[in-house]
T-cell receptor, first 111, second 116 residues
Framework: AQRVTQPEKLLSVFKGAPVELKCNYS??????LFWYVQYSRQRLQLLLR??SRESIKGFTADLNKGETSFHLKKPFAQEEDSAMYYC?????????????FGQGTILTVHP | DARVTQTPRHKVTEMGQEVTMRCQPI?????VFWYRQTMMQGLELLAY????????DSGMPKDRFSAEMPDATLATLKIQPSEPRDSAVYFC??????????????FGSGTRLTVV
């Protein structure tokens, strides 16, 4: 079984401060991890994938297999970053392609 | 930009009525998901299909929910009879799996369902 945990339901920071959204996972196979963002009442959008090792809108995330974590980080938060963020894990094996989400973290960046 | 299209965007219905939500995946995508989003539960996977065949619908209440893909351009999620606790936003997502593809999925705008 696969599980994704985002321990913080709400996270508030001030503009310019660093931000880290936590994500831990449980999966017996080799995981594929993603971060999705949902701006107010809009569709979910893919933010980044661990396999790409990319930086999008200043956000980065590193897969740490030892700690089974995939935390999302940004050194200087902006007001436009305020949104709901979901961490997701895509399964392989017999459940190949199944995408499981964490509970989500609402990030609020104050001016 | 290719998009996943969901209809209707909003639906208000009375308890006991049948509700049908539709999704048009991106052309060429072979995997389609249905998710339900609520404040309490977050995003719950209801069902998903690959090449129109259902792979997993374990998250779906079988007594009232059904999901189908009558063809590659249409996925439907039906609730009969609807109940107030079904009020949520229902998202469809599509993607391409296999043949070396390794992308995230594209989500539709969702159907906001209110059952009164």
């Amino acid at each position: 079984a696969q599980r994704v945990t985002q321990p913080e339901k709400l996270l508030s920071v001030f503009k310019g401060a660093p931000v880290e959204l936590k994500c831990n996972y449980s999966y017996s196979g080799s995981p594929e991890l993603f971060w999705y963002v949902q701006y107010s009442r809009q569709r979910l959008q893919l933010l980044l994938r661990h396999i790409s090792r990319e930086s999008i809108k200043g956000f980065t995330a590193d897969l740490n297999k030892g700690e089974t974590s995939f935390h999302l980080k940004k050194p200087f938060a902006q007001e436009e970053d305020s949104a709901m963020y979901y961490c997701a894990l895509r399964a392989g094996g017999t459940s190949y392609g199944k995408l499981t989400f964490g509970q989500g973290t609402i990030l609020t960046v104050h001016p | 930009d290719a998009r996943v299209t969901q209809t209707p965007r909003h639906k208000v219905t009375e308890m006991g009525q049948e509700v049908t939500m539709r999704c048009q995946p991106i052309l060429g995508h072979n995997t389609v998901f249905w998710y339900r989003q609520t404040m309490m539960q977050g995003l719950e996977l209801l069902a998903y299909f690959r090449n129109r065949a259902p792979l997993d619908d374990s998250g779906m209440p079988k007594d009232r929910f059904s999901a189908e893909m009558p063809d590659a351009t249409l996925a439907t999620l039906k609730i009969q009879p609807s109940e107030p606790r079904d009020s949520a936003v229902y998202f469809c997502a599509s993607g391409l799996q296999g043949q070396g593809a390794n992308y995230g999925y594209t989500f539709g705008s969702g159907t906001r369902l209110t059952v009164v």
